[in-house]
C-alpha cells in the first residue's frame, strides 16, 4: 500500500464495526458447532474444549451435547464475570449461547466421515477457522478458555499452561473413555486446530525481516530505496572482536521481494553479512493496517 492510499484509507463507521464483529462471532460460531457434528462427534475425536467434554459424556451416558456445552458454558461464563471481575462483553455471552444452539439444531446432520483421521483433520481444520473468525470479532466462545483464565488468576500458572492442562485432561479422559487411537486422534485434531486458528489470525501473507551489516550502507540504503522502495532502520551494534561501532541496517520487505534484495546486496557488497528471519505479521504503512 503506497502514501497516497494510506491518506484515503478510512476506518469503518462504528455502527459497521460492531455489525460485523458480531456477523463474524455468529459464522465462526456456526462453523464450529457444524464441524463438531459432521466430523467430531460422529468420530468419537474429543479434542479439547468444552465440545470434547461433551463428546466424552455423549459417549459415557448419550447426553445430547447441546445441553451438556450449555451447562458448561453459561455457569463459567458468569464465573468468569464474577471471579475475574471484567466484562466479557455482549459478543462472548452471544458465542456462549449461540455455538450449543447450532449444535442443537444441527444434530440430526448426517456424518461428512467417519474415518476418524479425516474427522480429526478436517473437524480440526473447521473448528480453527470457526474460532480463529471468531477471534477476529474480538470475542471468544466462553467454555475452557475461561475455565484457563480463573485457574491462572488462583494458581499463578501462565494462560497456556492453564489451556494445555485442561486440553490435556480431556484428550485423557478421551483415551480413557474410547480408547488410545481415538486419544491420539484428539490430539491430531487439537494440533490442526491452533494451527488454523494462527492462520486465519495472521493470514496467508509472510514477510522477511532482514539485518544488513555492511561497509557499504549508504549505497545499499538507497538502493533499497529506489529499487524495492521500503524504508529502512538503521541500528547501531559494536563489534565483538573489533569493539568499534558498526551500523546494521533492518528492512522488512514481502516475500517476494527478498529475492530482488539479496541481489542487491550481493551486487553492491558481497562480503555483507545478512541475517534473514521470518515476519509471521506486519503491520504499518506498506503492510497491514493495525
Request: hydrophobic residues 50%; without cysteine; neutral net charge.
Amino acid at each position: 500500500m503506497n502514501k497516497k492510499q494510506q491518506r484515503g484509507h478510512k476506518e469503518p463507521h462504528p455502527v459497521i464495526s460492531a455489525v460485523l464483529d458480531y456477523a463474524s462471532v455468529i459464522i465462526g460460531a456456526a462453523i464450529v458447532a457444524i464441524s463438531f457434528n459432521v466430523f467430531l462427534l460422529p468420530n468419537e475425536v474429543a479434542s479439547g474444549g468444552v465440545s470434547g467434554i461433551s463428546t466424552i459424556l455423549k459417549g459415557l451416558f448419550d447426553w445430547k451435547p447441546a445441553f451438556v456445552q450449555w451447562a458448561f458454558n453459561i455457569p463459567l461464563f458468569i464465573a468468569g464475570v464474577i471471579l475475574l471481575g471484567r466484562n466479557f462483553g455482549i459478543k462472548t455471552a452471544v458465542g456462549t449461547i449461540f455455538l450449543p444452539l447450532v449444535v442443537y439444531l444441527t444434530e440430526s446432520w448426517e456424518p461428512w466421515t467417519l474415518n476418524p483421521l479425516l474427522g480429526a483433520l478436517f473437524g480440526g481444520i473447521m473448528v480453527g477457522l470457526g474460532l480463529g473468525i471468531v477471534f477476529r470479532g474480538k470475542a471468544s466462545t466462553g467454555g475452557t478458555d475461561l475455565a484457563a483464565q480463573i485457574i491462572t488468576k488462583y494458581t499463578g500458572l501462565t494462560l497456556g499452561t492453564s489451556i494445555a492442562l485442561i486440553d490435556g485432561f480431556i484428550v485423557l479422559a478421551a483415551a480413557i473413555v474410547f480408547d488410545i487411537e481415538k486419544g491420539l486422534y484428539a490430539l491430531v485434531g487439537l494440533y490442526v486446530t491452533t494451527k488454523t486458528i494462527d492462520l486465519v489470525q495472521v493470514g496467508f501473507g509472510r514477510s522477511k525481516m532482514v539485518y544488513i551489516i555492511t561497509n557499504k550502507q549508504v549505497e545499499i540504503r538507497d538502493a533499497i530505496y529506489d529499487e524495492i522502495d521500503r524504508g529502512v532502520t538503521k541500528l547501531t551494534a559494536t563489534g565483538g572482536y573489533t569493539d568499534s561501532e558498526k551500523p546494521i541496517i533492518m528492512v522488512v520487505v514481502h516475500q517476494t521481494e527478498f529475492t530482488r534484495l539479496k541481489q542487491l546486496v550481493k551486487l553492491i557488497d558481497p562480503s555483507a553479512f545478512v541475517i534473514v528471519s521470518d515476519a509471521s505479521e506486519v503491520l504499518g504503512e506498506g503492510f497491514k493496517r493495525p
